[in-house]
């Protein structure tokens, strides 16, 4: 299983940016992928996660309304549209992989493939 982010980088607050998450190594639609973030002296903090098997989607809620996870099963690609950035935003966000199905109870749950991870810096 591998796992690449792309698409981080400096944007001013109330801007956007487009994390991608191309994935391989494994069959698509059988796992669910989410994305993390983790800000200096922080804890890394679940954003979003989707089913790929029927796209179902979770959100925490700091992001909720900001932010859309999608997929492009055709381009075995994971994507977070982040909108309405702030600097809180600010992280290193990592995309994630696991087997298992998730639902609201258990989204945040142990991933079993991580990406490297990509900076976004929101800043004026």
């Known amino acids: 299983v591998q796992l690449v982010e792309s698409g981080g980088g400096l944007v001013q607050p109330g801007g956007s940016l487009r994390l991608s998450c191309a994935t391989s190594?494994?069959?698509?639609?059988?796992?669910?992928i989410a994305w993390f973030r983790q800000a200096p002296g922080k804890e890394r903090e679940g954003v979003s996660c989707i089913n790929l098997s029927e796209r179902s989607t979770y959100y925490a809620d700091s992001v909720r309304s900001r932010f859309t996870i999608s997929s492009d099963n055709a381009a075995n690609t994971v994507y977070l549209q982040m909108s309405g950035l702030k600097p809180e935003d600010t992280a290193v966000y990592y995309c994630?992989?696991?087997?298992?199905?998730?639902?609201?109870?258990?989204?945040?749950?142990?991933?079993?493939?991580w990406g490297q991870g990509i900076q976004v810096t929101v800043s004026s």
């Open positions: 190594g494994f069959t698509f639609d059988d796992y669910t």
């Open positions: 994630a992989a696991d087997l298992r199905y998730r639902d609201g109870t258990n989204w945040l749950d142990e991933y079993h493939a």
